[in-house]
């Protein structure tokens, strides 16, 4: 073994000792605790067990396409009325969970109240929740956020799904365009606007980037964003995508509300 080979390995250990001590260090002084409840808990920003049970974890049965779930097993590969009533403008969607009171809490606290932190484990969840979309695509994979207004921007600071769509291409190792899809004009808050209110808000809102026109095609998208209502604006931003020859369009979301009657098969 060569001097520099040896002086390699002895920096290299005494790296990960320093790390070691950092991580004992910032784990007595900020005990990791429950993202959700605050509860004192083995790792930070994941959750405790009774926030985990409580918490709606979409898997298996589900709509193939939309991702919505299934009361029952009909079958892995049985397309949703819905979907195959009014086909969306992306290829398959997928969640984390459904949009109940431990999902909300999480999104309001990345969203609204400065816990960038929750980025990473939430990510995580979506990429679990996106194996799929990474496990059968060989071409080239970019991962893209929902875009928000500049102006909403600068007020909130930070995109929350621009912070998810980072960690899971981190994560994956997947090229990370944050800036390829641009809302053109600021558009109403889509809270208690109706299904019809919702897209007509929405429509015209997002094109290309134009510095993208032609890196786009043939690509294959993973869309991001936090949480996902009516589709109005995933729907949007997968037509300026497809506009622009996307080859597929993969979406993803931390939480999706669902209605009862979209459970249906």
């Not at 409840?37 to 985990?52: E, F, P, Q, T, V």
């Not at 600071?157 to 621009?162: D, L, P, T, V």
């Not at 053109?184 to 808000?201: K, W």
């Amino acid at each position: 073994m060569t001097a520099e080979k040896a002086d390699s390995g002895l920096l290299s250990i005494i790296q990960r000792r320093l790390r070691g001590a950092f991580s004992l260090m910032a784990a007595f002084l900020w005990p990791p605790v429950c993202a959700n409840c605050g509860r004192a808990i083995c790792d930070s920003n994941h959750l405790c067990g009774g926030c985990w049970q409580e918490m709606h974890w979409v898997d298996r049965p589900f709509c193939p396409v939309s991702g919505v779930p299934y009361p029952y097993d009909a079958g892995q590969d049985i397309v949703s009325p819905a979907v195959l009533a009014d086909p969306p403008a992306y290829d398959k969607a997928r969640c984390v969970a459904l949009y109940d009171a431990t999902a909300r809490a999480l999104v309001h606290k990345l969203k609204y109240y400065d816990r960038t932190d929750l980025a990473v484990s939430m990510g995580d969840w979506m990429v679990r929740a996106g194996a799929d979309f990474f496990a059968n695509i060989s071409g080239p994979l970019v991962v893209v956020p929902v875009p928000l207004h500049r102006r909403r921007l600068i007020g909130r600071r930070y995109n929350q799904a621009a912070l998810l769509a980072k960690a899971i291409a981190d994560q994956k190792g997947l090229a990370y365009w944050p800036d390829c899809l641009v809302r053109r004009r600021a558009t109403r808050q889509q809270v208690g606007l109706s299904d019809q209110e919702r897209e007509a808000n929405v429509r015209g809102a997002f094109r290309l980037n134009e510095t993208y026109r032609h890196n786009i095609s043939g690509k294959s998208i993973v869309l991001i964003d936090d949480v996902m209502t009516t589709g109005a604006t995933i729907e949007a931003c997968a037509r300026a995508l497809r506009r622009a020859w996307a080859a597929q369009i993969f979406v993803i979301v931390f939480a999706r509300v669902v209605e009862s009657g979209q459970m249906t098969i």
